[in-house]
């Protein structure tokens, strides 16, 4: 059989789609695509490279050990950043405390991190450990209480009206120039409270006092919140749950504006040994195409259970911010462009929440969230978990399963 002749005109070959002029789910499954060429793969390929051909100067190419760098990564690093609305690439990393980690040792000796009270128990003892090591605070704060997050940052001091750039970014290039403060750490809506943080509000105020501030926006992911737009500089995503979404790896990811921060946590990456696999990193990039769908369905679900869930007798407390009587429901309709996947809701006592985690047939009782299966977990049974959760505390992770099977399979361990 003749093979067809490969063209060199223009018209065989071209960039990939990917656009800002695109909406986000048209963007999330063309973005990070190879160059368009006749007979040339869709996907990238999986770059299983630790060494690449070098000589003579060692910045003539931005791969040459892949401690530093690989292909491997660019595609799904590029994808994040335009998803985040970024017009540098994000940092994968091994781990999505990894990522967290090499955040938060940006906070200089003598500084301060501000921190939600109810943040993922995996930031608040890394943030514990780094403190100790560096020589900084750590103030633990309802995230929820604007006024009270104000209070905190004042009370940590060195308060400098005016110490913000002209492109919006901290003044100080890295939390760890001397004379900064150190840094607000957001999480929102928060795990496993689902409180809701006034994003624009505090962003501001942190950084009129020179802090920098720093979004974990696992729970919302780029779809449903991109914190650049709202004054943050640094954005922390978990990529283990929805961005990969397939309960198959384990993966962080840093996106900053920032140049010099970016290159900060570059350094922090490639000096701490946090990467990622290659596999692992074109897994997440597959993942990734479908967020948008899976997304929309697991919310969908989740809005109806919630719902469910706060007429029942057997339920104390549901928390989910699509509820309008949620308090944190007015916030996350002005600032986000949905309400999540994530529930939370409360019964009388840890022993009846067990029996329930463990009753259920179709929901998983196992930790982490985010993958297209349905998760349920009494979250105070992790030790580090902080005192002010409720015991009977619940947490869900819908997943995108029938609606009537998984409400039918929770109502009954409910009874």
Do not use: C
């Not at 040459?64 to 609305?85: C, I, K, N, S, V």
């Not at 999505?96 to 109810?118: E, F, K, Q, W």
């Not at 128990?121 to 514990?128: D, N, P, V, Y």
């Not at 005192?387 to 399979?409: F, M, Q, Y």
């Amino acid at each position: 059989m003749t093979q067809p002749e490969l063209s060199t005109s223009s018209a065989a070959s071209s960039e990939p789609a990917a656009s800002s002029d695109f909406a986000p789910d048209t963007l999330i499954v063309e973005t990070g695509r190879p160059q368009r060429a006749y007979g040339a793969a869709v996907n990238p390929p999986i770059d299983l490279s630790s060494t690449f051909v070098s000589a003579g100067d060692i910045t003539a190419s931005p791969y040459a050990y892949a401690r530093f760098d690989t292909p491997a990564w660019t595609p799904f690093e590029e994808a994040l950043g335009q998803l985040e609305h970024s017009a540098l690439p994000g940092l994968v990393f091994g781990s999505g405390l990894a990522a967290i980690s090499a955040v938060i040792s940006l906070v200089p000796a003598g500084g301060t991190l501000i921190i939600p009270t109810h943040s993922y128990q995996g930031a608040l003892s890394s943030a514990e450990q780094i403190a100790g090591r560096q020589n900084f605070d750590i103030v633990t704060v309802d995230i929820s209480d604007t006024e009270a997050v104000i209070a905190a940052l004042d009370e940590a001091g060195h308060a400098r009206p005016g110490q913000v750039a002209a492109d919006g970014a901290a003044a100080s290039a890295s939390a760890g120039e001397a004379g900064s403060p150190g840094m607000l750490w957001i999480e929102s809506p928060t795990n496993p409270m689902l409180e809701v943080a006034d994003v624009p509000a505090l962003t501001t105020a942190a950084k009129d006092r020179g802090f920098l501030v720093s979004v974990d926006n696992t729970f919302a992911t780029p779809l449903l919140q991109t914190p650049l737009d709202l004054g943050a500089d640094i954005v922390v995503h978990s990529v283990t749950k929805y961005l990969a979404g397939h309960s198959d790896v384990v993966l962080g990811a840093v996106v900053t504006g920032s140049t010099a921060l970016r290159e900060d946590l570059h350094t922090e990456r490639s000096m701490r040994g946090g990467i990622a696999g290659p596999f692992e990193v074109w897994l997440a990039l597959r993942g990734l195409r479908t967020l948008a769908v899976r997304l929309d369905r697991a919310q969908a679900n989740a809005h109806a259970i919630a719902e469910r869930l706060a007429a029942h007798p057997t339920v104390v407390e549901t928390r989910y911010p699509g509820l309008p009587g949620d308090p944190g429901h007015a916030r996350a309709a002005a600032q986000m462009n949905g309400f999540g996947a994530i529930i939370s809701f409360t019964v009388d006592s840890a022993e009846k929440a067990t029996a329930i985690a463990e009753a259920v047939r179709l929901w998983t009782p196992a930790t982490s969230l985010g993958g297209v299966e349905s998760l349920i977990e009494r979250r105070r049974r992790h030790p580090a978990e902080p005192a002010t959760v409720p015991e009977g505390l619940i947490r869900l992770s819908v997943g995108i399963e029938n609606l009537e099977d998984l409400w039918a399979d929770l109502e009954a361990a409910l009874a």
